[in-house]
């Protein structure tokens, strides 16, 4: 692994490094319109978001609630336990941090698949609508964030590798970003109306 001297202590470096956040800022700002757009609407018709989010099983969205903030866990020790230069112990974190994003993919599809069966997709009707466009553009977040994950794994895992601790920063932010985005997702989406 690349050591590169850092100077964490510097308000002008964030941990990554400046791009990933202007990206997770943009990315925050792309859900918080989507979201502010649902709230308008849900003020247009009312009735409709409340009996369609009705029809929402928030027993799935607080387990995957639970999943994601537990792998969010796992890359912040992760993290830390490469710093302290235990590259074993961060490899078996990692490895616990991409299963529980994984587990969250598999419920959510379990999710997606009976909200197809129901006959409820993107054209539903409007709050559903909402509900497939936001929560399908944050899967593919973790999904991307998986991607980065297992290259960040394998690039540590290499015994000359030029993978830095700014790479592993930049990756553990991305993630810790796709955690944030879900935990405005769920109660707006499965609580609000």
Not at 21 to 29: H, R
Not at 80 to 85: A, D, I, N, P
Not at 128 to 147: A, K, N, P, Q, R
């Amino acid at each position: 692994m690349q050591t590169q001297e850092i100077n964490h202590k510097n308000i002008y470096y964030p941990p990554g490094g400046i791009l990933i956040w202007i990206i997770i800022f943009l990315e925050l700002i792309t859900f918080g319109a989507g979201l502010i757009a649902m709230v308008y609407y849900s003020n247009q018709e009312p009735e409709l978001f409340h009996n369609s989010s009705l029809k929402l099983n928030t027993t799935y969205g607080m387990v995957n609630t639970m999943l994601l903030l537990t792998s969010g866990f796992f890359m912040a020790i992760s993290v830390t336990e490469l710093k302290k230069g235990n590259k074993e112990r961060f490899k078996k974190l990692l490895v616990f941090t991409m299963l529980f994003g994984c587990l969250f993919l598999y419920l959510k599809g379990i999710e997606y698949h009976e909200k197809l069966n129901e006959g409820i997709s993107i054209g539903y009707n409007t709050f559903f609508s909402f509900y497939w466009m936001l929560t399908l553009f944050h899967v593919i977040h973790v999904i991307v964030g998986l991607i980065i994950l297992t290259s960040v794994y394998f690039g540590v895992k290499k015994e000359n590798s030029n993978t830095s601790m700014e790479d592993v920063e930049a990756s553990a932010a991305f993630w810790h970003m796709c955690d944030l985005i879900w935990i405005i997702l769920f109660p707006i989406i499965y609580l609000l109306f």
